[in-house]
């Protein structure tokens, strides 16, 4: 069997698979195959992948599960078990490629596949892919391809069916442990999951809306509550450390007076905590949760997930999401927070006629995202989709009304933050919500005049865009007063000799705006200041 050229095989398959009794020699010629997976020479490896792979994808999924059955019992120890998922990735990515996955072809080999994913990441395909020397010999264990082969499972997984067995191992997982790195590996896989299923083409946009409100629904109290309670016992097991140290402290007092030495006890380390501490199945449902609001977000961003704007009882779905984003929004998890904010902003922008409850829900929202603006700097995740949201919310919400104090702290955050390259975007963007919605007091007059100096002097082509556009709507539509506007209008001309040409070009072209967009009395009005410079 060593001598087969593999690379023959699948040219055979392909001439023979279509005879009567090719089925019957189906075992024998993965074993054949098989056979060849652990010779030492990474090219003639590479060869044998190749060769399954291709034979793999002409038979069709019909013989994946034998396949699968087959390289288990083949390959079930050594360092050649390395190779199994890898080889696995591979058939998998070829069909896929190839188109000859049917959805729900592979469900029946998620019980197979998923424990050899998972031994590939945690268990003992991971521990040999660590070993010395290991990298040099077997090239191929320097990666780690499970998380791809798991997100073509979602992409051709039956999603009413298939999704639950492809995530009942992991739920099962994450229900049992602590420790970061599984953590963090399993929110990857979850990830992946949420990629495949955005393009799995058997996901409708009704069974997607009613998954996803009843996942994220069903876990977001639920966590919370065990979020408040691992706070409590984080508050209680400092409270006996702080005993645990004075009574020590105590002590160590009373030997020094009687001038004899003792032995200090080392602290009790952290990772002795986290195995003392009972681990409950609640603790990270966050996972699931962020899981939900990712599909959601894919649900929102990605054009064929559109809602038709005739189509009433799909648009009537979407407007729980208000209320359900908003318990998001209030999560203990940040990144539960960030997803929660992005959802409700693409929500927000794409059906706002549609969303009722946002007219009652407005009002505390806006209080909590101008507590965030309080506690969490611009620069973060969480600081930037927070003012996106507060944008979108001013924007596209007439019945959103901003008290004197939160109209202040938009200023003061806009004055802060205008000017700065990396979060002039955001600034930009509320900025033009504010004027948009025409909010008048003194702190607009004097964050103007700022923003016709940055049109005027920004090295940025994309911040003197934008500070003319903001510059024409506020003239047209704010009350200025004679004074104030022969002031605009006086920087505007005057600027026509400024230095660089990239600050004449600027007010030449604000100035073309002026004069097409200003009432014909306006311009005649002051006919005499606009065209004599010119």
């Given at each position: 069997m060593a001598r087969v050229n593999p690379r023959k095989i699948p040219k055979a398959v392909s001439r023979e698979r279509m005879h009567p009794i090719f089925q019957q020699h189906v075992p024998k010629l993965l074993k054949i195959l098989l056979s060849n997976l652990s010779n030492r020479s990474h090219e003639a490896r590479a060869d044998v992948v190749f060769a399954i792979s291709k034979t793999m994808s002409d038979l069709g999924p019909e013989f994946f599960h034998m396949f699968v059955e087959n390289i288990n019992q083949s390959i079930s120890r050594g360092f050649s078990r390395i190779l199994v998922p890898f080889t696995i990735?591979?058939?998998?990515?070829?069909?896929?490629?190839?188109?000859?996955?049917?959805?729900?072809?592979?469900?029946?080999?998620?019980?197979?596949?998923?424990?050899?994913?998972?031994?590939?990441?945690?268990?003992?395909?991971?521990e040999k892919k660590?070993?010395?020397?290991?990298?040099?010999?077997?090239?191929?264990?320097?990666?780690?391809?499970?998380?791809?082969?798991?997100?073509?499972?979602?992409?051709?997984?039956?999603?009413?069916?298939?999704?639950?067995?492809?995530?009942?191992?992991?739920?099962?997982?994450?229900?049992?442990?602590?420790?970061?790195?599984?953590?963090?590996?399993?929110q990857k896989m979850l990830s992946?999951?949420?990629?495949?299923?955005?393009?799995?083409?058997?996901?409708?946009?009704?069974?997607?809306?009613?998954?996803?409100?009843?996942?994220?629904?069903?876990?977001?109290?639920?966590?919370?509550?065990?979020?408040?309670?691992?706070?409590?016992?984080?508050?209680?097991?400092?409270?006996?450390?702080?005993?645990?140290?004075?009574?020590?402290?105590?002590?160590?007092?009373?030997e020094n007076r009687k001038n004899t030495s003792i032995v200090e006890l080392e602290p009790r380390k952290q990772l002795a905590k986290m195995k003392n501490m009972p681990v409950s199945s609640d603790t990270n449902l966050h996972l699931l949760t962020e899981f939900g609001l990712e599909l959601c977000h894919h649900f929102l961003s990605e054009d064929h997930f559109l809602i038709d704007p005739e189509d009433v009882d799909l648009l009537q779905m979407l407007d729980p999401y208000v209320n359900l984003l908003f318990d998001c929004l209030q999560s203990h998890y940040q990144r539960v927070t960030v997803l929660g904010i992005y959802c409700l902003t693409k929500l927000l922008v794409s059906y706002e006629k549609h969303l009722p409850s946002i007219h009652t829900l407005s009002k505390p929202i806006l209080e909590f995202l101008f507590r965030i603006l309080r506690k969490v700097?611009?620069?973060?995740?969480?600081?930037?989709?927070?003012?996106?949201?507060?944008?979108?919310?001013?924007?596209?919400?007439?019945?959103?009304?901003?008290?004197?104090?939160?109209?202040?702290?938009?200023f003061l955050f806009l004055n802060e933050?205008?000017?700065?390259?990396?979060?002039?975007?955001?600034?930009?963007?509320?900025?033009?919500?504010v004027v948009k919605r025409k909010v008048v007091c003194v702190e607009i007059y004097d964050l103007m005049k700022r923003v016709q100096e940055l049109m005027v002097q920004s090295q940025l082509e994309k911040v003197r865009k934008l500070s003319a556009s903001i510059m024409i709507n506020y003239l047209m539509e704010y009350p200025l007063g004679k004074q104030r506007l022969e002031q605009h209008l006086t920087f505007t001309i005057r600027n026509l000799q400024y230095p660089h040409l990239h600050g004449r070009e600027i007010c030449l072209e604000l100035l073309h705006l002026i004069l097409t967009h200003f009432p014909p009395a306006i311009i005649q009005q002051y006919a005499e200041m606009l065209f004599m410079p010119l």
């Open positions: 990735h591979s058939i998998l990515c070829t069909m896929r490629d190839k188109e000859t996955i049917k959805p729900g072809s592979l469900d029946r080999s998620v019980g197979y596949l998923m424990p050899i994913f998972f031994d590939d990441m945690f268990g003992k395909i991971a660590r070993a010395n020397g290991i990298q040099e010999s077997i090239p191929e264990s320097t990666v780690t391809t499970s998380f791809e082969s798991i997100e073509v499972l979602a992409q051709f997984t039956d999603f009413n069916r298939g999704l639950s067995w492809i995530l009942r191992p992991i739920v099962k997982l994450i229900s049992r442990t602590t420790f970061p790195a599984i953590i963090s590996s399993a992946h999951i949420a990629t495949g299923l955005l393009h799995n083409k058997e996901v409708k946009t009704r069974d997607l809306l009613i998954y996803v409100h009843q996942l994220v629904d069903s876990n977001i109290k639920q966590q919370e509550s065990a979020a408040k309670h691992m706070l409590h016992l984080k508050k209680t097991s400092q409270t006996n450390e702080d005993t645990d140290l004075q009574g020590y402290q105590k002590i160590k007092r009373l700097s611009a620069k973060t995740d969480l600081g930037l989709e927070t003012v996106r949201l507060l944008t979108t919310l001013i924007l596209k919400c007439s019945s959103v009304e901003l008290t004197e104090e939160q109209t202040q702290q938009i933050h205008i000017d700065r390259p990396d979060q002039s975007d955001a600034a930009f963007s509320l900025l033009r919500a």
